[in-house]
């Protein structure tokens, strides 16, 4: 990685202008935002797509023949289209909005509950964020699979060769995160991707915290089912996408009964709409996928190249200036990392190194990062997590590590 | 004659208007949170803890002359300092006192307003556990 090779076209105080939020204080200080792998801040650009549409469009889809819910229709269908561009899927049917990367988990996770039989195995990695081990965990309650976990190392990266150990013919379903959202590491996808496929099995990768960070290419990836929230990557809250190839969606029975996605009903029999439809019940969150939308083409102006070769000279600074602490003890140490950095320091509780550094403006978030597992695993109760966002700056890292040192000495 | 659970809580509110800004305000909860008698070992078992906590606290009850002790523990300082801010409050009185006991010195001494929901969460549930504890040995002494 090299460090300082500024890029001149990558301009932060012209981008940080684009983020309202970041010239308000907190606690009397100018804010840092260091909580970004929680939610990403909203540009002004994305802001304005979600005030153009309910001052000019605002109107239900797919239904209306009146102009607005033709306009707000083709808004909608052109930002799927956008999204569909952006992870490079073959088919813009392929992309399914749905409320979160939670919501993309439940829904192919319920949908295997018609495909998996006692016995089956379901592969999940230790990297998880526990909340979407519980869906699997349910399926396997419901169909008597098994479900088996993938270890980790020290470093927080998966035990590959576990992994291959693990997979057999019995291997219905592999699930893990393209980028732990504790640690930071990104996980070698396509080599277990691949893998998966010889034995026959289909592969859901949880993209929401390598999303911000990382353009996806899910047909060079050959991923069956890729999953991510628009909130983690300057978009709103409460919307997001699953791709699924489209030979696995046809396959999935629909995951909710409604409006949107069916074709014909009567009481003998429904029969269900075409892709994506199937899976859209009821009138979506038109405004956030149209601002979904915006975000994916705001975060491509800047470029992804630009945003990783800039958060890994944030993430080198940062990490070079926390190791300089005594006591500084970081959680995964990966070579293949976003700009993640979970940590603690000897003798302290991360609850109230995070307590006071937000009284000095910054925001870091503490605990287990929906990861007990990762947390059980290095015997803790749970971490400081500062992360980084390609609107943060070195001046930013300087006001955190100083807020870090004293805390430090006020606690020891 | 030993002072009300209100006087000590005026006590503690005039403490803390001694502090100009939040930073001495923390100091001097970190060092309360140091000061705090350790509490015995076996009590530190998971039926002492409190939920709605980030950090661990324990919290243990005891009858003493008609008097509700408490001790407890947490495994950072700064909720330690918290505790023990409630315990000096609430500790050795009467069980049917502690739960008449008005919290609104949380309030004046900037406690609550200086932490974050999740925080004031765990606070909540602390004074709750307490006033719990002296409504179970309140039906013991009847
Ligand atoms: C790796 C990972 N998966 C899933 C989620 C859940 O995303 P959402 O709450 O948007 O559904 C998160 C967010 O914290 C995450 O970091």
């Known amino acids: ?412 | 004659m030993s002072k009300t659970i209100q006087e000590i809580q005026e006590e503690i509110v005039d403490e803390f208007a001694m502090f100009d800004d939040w930073m001495q305000r923390y100091e001097y909860m970190i060092e309360l949170g140091k000061a705090l008698p350790l509490i015995d070992e076996k009590y530190k078992i998971d039926e002492n803890l409190i939920k709605g906590c980030q950090s661990k606290v324990w919290v243990h009850a005891e009858l003493k002359d008609e008097k509700l002790v408490f001790t407890a523990d947490s495994d950072a300082i700064i909720t330690k300092g918290i505790v023990a801010i409630l315990i000096r409050a609430f500790s050795n009185h009467h069980p049917s006192a502690i739960i008449e006991a008005d919290t609104k010195f949380i309030d004046d001494i900037g406690l609550k307003e200086h932490l974050s929901p999740t925080r004031a969460n765990g606070l909540v549930s602390m004074i709750k556990q307490l006033k719990m504890y002296a409504v179970a040995y309140q039906t013991q002494l009847k």
């Open chain 1, 1 to 412: 990685m090299s460090i300082a090779t500024n890029n001149i076209a990558f301009n932060v105080d012209e981008i940080r202008k684009d983020f309202p939020i970041l010239n308000r204080e907190v606690n009397g200080y100018p804010l840092v935002y260091f909580d970004n792998a929680a939610t990403s801040q909203t540009p002004k650009q994305v802001m304005d797509a979600i005030v153009d549409y309910y001052s000019n469009y605002n109107a239900n889809i797919h239904r209306g023949v009146h102009s607005l819910s033709q306009e707000a229709t083709d808004k909608y269908e052109g930002a799927r289209r956008k999204i569909q561009q952006h992870f490079n899927a073959e088919k813009a049917h392929e992309i399914i909005f749905t409320s979160g990367t939670t919501h993309g988990i439940n829904l192919v996770a319920s949908g295997f509950a018609s495909i998996l039989k006692k016995g089956d195995e379901i592969l999940v990695s230790a990297l998880e964020h526990h909340s979407n081990i519980v869906p699997w965990q349910m399926l396997c309650e419901k169909t008597g699979a098994i479900l088996k976990v993938i270890p980790m190392n020290e470093q927080g990266e998966l035990i590959y060769e576990s992994f291959e150990e693990l997979l057999s013919e019995k291997t219905k379903m592999v699930f893990l995160n393209h980028v732990s959202n504790a640690l930071g590491t990104i996980n070698p996808i396509k080599k277990i991707i691949d893998k998966a496929h010889e034995k026959g099995a289909a592969v859901l990768i949880d993209g929401a915290q390598a999303a911000p960070h990382i353009k996806a290419d899910v047909q060079a990836l050959d991923v069956d089912f890729y999953v991510v929230s628009a909130h983690k990557m300057c978009g709103p809250t409460g919307v997001g996408i699953l791709y699924g190839k489209e030979e696995w969606l046809n396959k999935l029975p629909p995951y909710q009964g409604g409006g949107e996605m069916i074709a014909t009903v009567s009481f003998e029999k429904t029969s269900y709409a075409e892709l994506p439809h199937k899976f859209e019940a009821g009138t979506p969150n038109i405004c956030g996928g149209i601002a979904f939308g915006a975000a994916i083409d705001y975060m491509n102006r800047i470029g992804f190249e630009a945003i990783a070769r800039y958060e890994d000279e944030l993430l080198d600074y940062a990490t070079l200036k926390l190791q300089e602490i005594e006591g500084m003890k970081l959680y995964g140490t990966s070579r293949e990392k976003t700009a993640v950095i979970s940590f603690n320091i000897e003798g302290l509780h991360p609850y109230d190194i995070g307590t006071l550094v937000d009284k000095m403006g910054i925001a870091v978030r503490t605990g287990h990062h929906c990861a007990q597992p990762i947390m059980d695993f290095y015997k803790i109760p749970g971490t400081v997590r500062a992360s980084f966002s390609f609107y943060n700056t070195k001046e930013e890292i300087d006001r955190f590590i100083e807020a870090v040192k004293k805390a430090k000495s006020m606690l020891s």
